[in-house]
């Protein structure tokens, strides 16, 4: 068919023609709208995930769906040639949206720090911007050196309110992240990405340096609601806790794989660096 290439899809096992240059893109990820604008394809971006907040006129384009859910008939009002998801949660929607005729590419969700900047290169190899992605891939590369060891031999607690207690596990880009800077999380080995309601016992027998707390997006960021969730679950008498050596993000920090993450991990090495003084 003119105008359209066949691009192999790993997490399909199969290949999908999408457009050559495609020029309506939805994106259905925070982190792929975040690279998009990235590599200079916000023109094409005709609309986005109601979770996409980066870059900040992402809040300005229409908002087709969520993770689990798409308006199809805005979809169709946009008449997207081509619409981008990743994998994990977002196969039931990838399923959806290939029945209904739409071409759709599924980036494989990052399982390390490598596997982010990877995936930039993917969004290009898709979009026909493979200049732009692997300039913008070398510029992230750049950045590993200044993030590896900074945080050496610091143990790290990581937990995140999705609506309840959750820490990160070791099949996830968010623990290998914390390990290339150096740090410990008690769950390194565990082999699935996220751990929900961390047990208690484990987090006190870790016993942290530190604690990184990450509120939801639409909450507020405060050290105190920290103590007092962590009080309410037992963990009051944690080290951490003691000593006031707790870390307050804000939504979409850790939690938000695009390439402003290399961002967030220089910022919280040099914050952890700070609380540990």
């Not at 099949?171 to 992240?177: G, K, L, M, Q």
Request: aromatic letters at 8%; a negative charge; hydrophobic letters at 40%.
């Amino acid at each position: 068919m003119p105008g359209t290439v066949k691009v192999f899809s790993e997490a399909l096992g199969r290949e999908i023609e999408v457009p050559e240059k495609p020029e309506r893109i939805v994106s259905l990820s925070p982190a792929l709208t975040e690279i998009l604008y990235r590599i200079g394809l916000w023109d094409r971006v005709v609309g986005v995930s109601v979770f996409c907040n980066k870059p900040q006129e992402a809040r300005e384009k229409p908002r087709v769906g969520s993770y689990y859910k798409v308006n199809y008939r805005l979809l169709e009002d946009l008449n997207p040639d081509l619409v981008l998801t990743t994998t994990g949660a977002q196969r039931r929607i990838l399923e959806e949206l290939a029945e209904k005729g739409f071409t759709v590419y599924p980036v494989p969700l990052p399982v390390s720090l490598y596997g982010v900047i990877d995936e930039v290169v993917v969004v290009g190899i898709v979009t026909g911007a493979i200049g732009a992605a692997r300039r913008l891939a070398g510029e992230l590369s750049g950045r590993l050196p200044r993030l590896k060891g900074s945080l050496s031999g610091v143990k790290v607690y990581y937990e995140i309110n999705l609506g309840g207690p959750v820490s990160a596990g070791g099949h996830s880009y968010i623990v290998d992240a914390l390990n290339y800077l150096g740090a410990k999380t008690p769950f390194d080995d565990y082999r699935q990405p996220w751990v929900i309601n961390p047990d208690p016992r484990v987090v006190m027998e870790f016993d942290p340096d530190v604690i990184i707390y990450e509120f939801n997006p639409v909450e507020e960021p405060s050290v105190e609601k920290v103590v007092e969730r962590l009080k309410e679950r037992g963990l009051g008498s944690l080290r951490a806790v003691r000593e006031g050596r707790i870390l307050a993000l804000p939504g979409d920090s850790l939690a938000h794989y695009g390439p402003s993450l290399f961002d967030v991990l220089e910022e919280i090495a040099k914050q952890v660096a700070g609380i540990m003084a």
